[in-house]
T-cell receptor, first 114, second 113 residues
Framework: AQSVTQLDSQVPVFEEAPVELRCNYSSSVSVYLFWYVQYPNQGLQLLLKYLSGSTLVKGINGFEAEFNKSQTSFHLRKPSVHISDTAEYFCAVRGYSSASKIIFGSGTRLSIRP | DVKVTQSSRYLVKRTGEKVFLECVQDMDHENMFWYRQDPGLGLRLIYFSYDVKMKEKGDIPEGYSVSREKKERFSLILESASTNQTSMYLC????????????FGNGTRLTVT
C-alpha cells in the first residue's frame, strides 16, 4: 500500500519570492511520482512527473521537483512565483502495475500576495 | 489533447434521488476513475475501471456504483443520494501504461438537499 503526506495545507508567499511545497510518500514497492495543479473552478492538470533517471524533474510554468529516495520525498519548487500560480497543488504516487491506483495527498493551497 | 468531459458542472438533487454522473473521454484510454474531492481530504478514489465492463472498488465505494458499457464512457451512480454525498466529483482517464498520468475533467459539483 502507498500513502502520500503533504504537510502544509496552506502556503502564503509574496509575489516573486521562492516557494517549496513539501511531499513525502511511503510505499513498499517502487512508484512513479506526480505533481498536479488545480486552478480555481477547474479539474487537475499534470505539472510534472518522475519516472526514473535524473532526480531533478522540470515541469510546466517554471516548476521543478526533486526526488529523494532516502528521504522518500518529492518536494516541488519554484524560484519566483507569480500571481497566476495561485492554485491548489497535489502530490500523487502510482505503483508500476498498469492496474494500480493513483494515491493523492490532501493538497497544498498556494496563495500569492502582491 | 486529451479531453475528458463531465456532463454537468453543477447538480442539485434531493435526498433519496437516484443520481447519474456521466464522464466521456476521447483518447481511447483503458483506465477510467471517479474521485470525490472535499476540503482538507484531497482526492479520494471511489471506483475505477481498467477495461470495458470491469470495475474495481476504490477507497470509499459505499453508496456508489459504476457502469462502463463502452470504453469511452464511465458513469457514477448514487442509488439513493444522501446529504453526506454533497461534494465535487472528478472523473479521470489514463492509458494502461503504468507511468501514464491522469487526465481530468472539470468536475461536477453535486449538492444534495
Amino acid at each position: 500500500a502507498q500513502s502520500v503526506t503533504q504537510l502544509d495545507s496552506q502556503v502564503p508567499v509574496f509575489e516573486e519570492a521562492p516557494v517549496e511545497l513539501r511531499c513525502n510518500y511511503s510505499s513498499s514497492v517502487s512508484v512513479y511520482l506526480f505533481w498536479y495543479v488545480q486552478y480555481p473552478n477547474q479539474g487537475l492538470q499534470l505539472l510534472l512527473k518522475y519516472l526514473s533517471g535524473s532526480t531533478l524533474v522540470k515541469g510546466i510554468n517554471g516548476f521543478e521537483a526533486e526526488f529523494n529516495k532516502s528521504q522518500t520525498s518529492f518536494h516541488l519548487r519554484k524560484p519566483s512565483v507569480h500571481i497566476s500560480d495561485t492554485a491548489e497543488y497535489f502530490c500523487a504516487v502510482r505503483g508500476y502495475s498498469s492496474a494500480s491506483k493513483i494515491i493523492f495527498g490532501s493538497g497544498t493551497r498556494l496563495s500569492i500576495r502582491p | 489533447d486529451v479531453k475528458v468531459t463531465q456532463s454537468s458542472r453543477y447538480l442539485v438533487k434531493r435526498t433519496g434521488e437516484k443520481v447519474f454522473l456521466e464522464c466521456v473521454q476521447d483518447m481511447d484510454h483503458e483506465n477510467m476513475f471517479w474521485y470525490r474531492q472535499d476540503p482538507g481530504l484531497g482526492l479520494r478514489l471511489i471506483y475505477f475501471s481498467y477495461d470495458v465492463k470491469m470495475k474495481e472498488k476504490g477507497d470509499i465505494p459505499e453508496g456508489y456504483s459504476v457502469s462502463r458499457e463502452k470504453k469511452e464512457r464511465f458513469s457514477l451512480i448514487l442509488e439513493s443520494a444522501s446529504t453526506n454525498q454533497t461534494s465535487m466529483y472528478l472523473c479521470a482517464s489514463s492509458s494502461s501504461v503504468g507511468n501514464s498520468p491522469l487526465h481530468f475533467g472539470n468536475g461536477t459539483r453535486l449538492t444534495v438537499t
